[in-house]
């Protein structure tokens, strides 16, 4: 979720319609805070065990642009930005320190 809003936020969209619900920057702040309190903390595993790990994350990463690029459909997918808004997104959960708001590092890519 907090993906495809970052790609109708570069698109200069304030809010995105997601399985039929529209989402806006507080929800997406939520998805990527909680990835990156994951990834950074020891212990964290999912409700099946699995430890989360950057291995876990980054396999799931892939996954969901999967899913987002067969939702969307390939052109929409080809001629949006998602692939920037999966960088920014990696670029947030990743960080040793925790960015205060998801849309800072991402004004720098506005035209």
């Given at each position: 979720m907090a993906i495809q809003y970052l790609e109708a936020w570069l698109q200069c969209s304030g809010a995105a319609g997601i399985y039929n619900v529209m989402e806006d920057a507080a929800t997406a702040e939520i998805s990527r805070s909680q990835v990156w309190q994951w990834l950074h903390?020891?212990?964290?595993?999912?409700?099946?065990?699995?430890?989360?790990?950057?291995?876990?994350?980054?396999?799931?990463?892939?996954?969901?642009?999967?899913?987002?690029?067969?939702?969307?459909?390939?052109?929409?997918?080809?001629a949006g930005k998602y692939e920037l808004a999966r960088q920014l997104f990696d670029q947030l959960v990743m960080a040793k320190n925790f960015v205060e708001f998801l849309t800072l590092v991402a004004y720098e890519q506005l035209e």
């Amino acid at each position: 979720m907090a993906i495809q809003y970052l790609e109708a936020w570069l698109q200069c969209s304030g809010a995105a319609g997601i399985y039929n619900v529209m989402e806006d920057a507080a929800t997406a702040e939520i998805s990527r805070s909680q990835v990156w309190q994951w990834l950074h903390h020891a212990n964290a595993m999912l409700a099946d065990g699995r430890e989360i790990s950057t291995e876990l994350y980054r396999g799931l990463l892939s996954e969901e642009m999967e899913k987002i690029k067969s939702m969307v459909g390939a052109p929409r997918f080809a001629a949006g930005k998602y692939e920037l808004a999966r960088q920014l997104f990696d670029q947030l959960v990743m960080a040793k320190n925790f960015v205060e708001f998801l849309t800072l590092v991402a004004y720098e890519q506005l035209e």
